[in-house]
């Protein structure tokens, strides 16, 4: 998704810093870094707290995108902060910032009741589910803008509701 926000905004991923990939991009006039944890999901807080810090920025000023199992595939849900609810990479991020203030992106998943979690997580999707993720996936990278060009409210008005959702 971030190669997507990248890609949109003439930046690109190379640079190895903060245990991860880093881009500097542009968006709405806003210098923003794009960072992809080269850690374990479980351990992504030490990355983020790792940029934050160095960039100086509060944790109202990270927006983090993750997976929810909880949400119905393709559907996205923006949130200023709240619990991981038991999300091991929110986890982290939450421990590395201090606070569970932290922004957040959640683009469903949804959920397999014959699948253990992780399975689930790390599986494939079908080709159906594939197209679903895909437009799912470009509706999150416009969000990704619209949060830093407008702002969470805007973004959470614009993106939580579930028009545009397909299958899901």
């Known amino acids: 998704m971030l190669d997507r926000v990248a890609a949109r905004e003439g930046a690109v991923f190379g640079t190895s810093r903060f245990m991860g990939q880093a881009a500097l991009a542009s968006i709405g006039g806003e210098r923003v870094l794009l960072l992809k944890p080269g850690t374990m999901m479980n351990l992504s807080g030490l990355s983020v707290a790792g940029a ?10 990270v927006l983090v995108v993750v997976d929810d199992m909880d949400l119905p595939l393709g559907r996205l849900r923006a949130r200023p902060g709240g619990s991981s609810a038991g999300h091991k990479g929110l986890d982290s991020v939450i421990a590395g910032m201090g606070t ?9 998943i949804g ?27 470009g509706r999150a990278c416009e969000a990704v803008v619209v949060w830093v060009a407008s702002g969470m409210d805007e973004c959470m008005n614009r993106f939580n509701a579930a028009a545009g959702v397909e299958g899901g």
Do not use: C, Q, W
């Open 52 to 61: 934050a810090g160095f960039y100086k920025v509060g944790p109202e000023g």
């Open 100 to 108: 569970e203030d932290v922004p957040r992106l959640k683009v469903g």
């Open 111 to 137: 959920r397999d009741p014959l699948v253990e979690g992780r399975s689930h997580v790390l599986g494939k999707f079908t080709p159906a589910e594939a197209a679903i993720a895909d437009s799912a996936f």
